[in-house]
Nanobody, 113 residues
């Protein structure tokens, strides 16, 4: 059962910014940590960032200092602000529990040179 709906992907150029958002399930959103993941050319899922119920954050090494994750428990949303985007940030981005459950549709981020 897919529980998160992602939005905000698109095509940008190197160095630009993009904001992703996802909405989580009504009854369980405030019970666990949520993460943003991405799937690159090798089709593996890489953790981009995660945020706990209380707002503690974790970032993948590749995005530290460039991406910021935040959550709004009242609105059941998690936002990923992505700055200084690089070509290697291109991929399908997913919002999911941390650790992850079933995968949804994701949202495509493409960074062009």
């Amino acid at each position: 059962q897919v529980q998160f709906v992602e939005s905000g992907g698109g095509l940008v150029q190197v160095g630009e910014s993009l904001k992703l958002s996802c909405e989580g399930p009504e009854k369980t959103f405030n019970l666990d940590s949520v993460g943003w993941y991405r799937q690159g050319p090798k089709k593996n899922y890489e953790l981009v960032a995660a945020v706990s119920i209380m707002g503690t954050t974790t970032y993948g090494e590749a995005v530290k200092g460039r991406f910021t994750i935040s959550r709004d428990n009242a609105k059941r949303t998690v936002t990923l602000q992505m700055n200084s985007l690089k070509v290697e940030d291109t991929g399908l981005y997913y919002c999911n529990w941390y650790p992850p459950g079933n995968w949804g549709q994701g949202t495509q981020v493409t960074v062009s040179p």
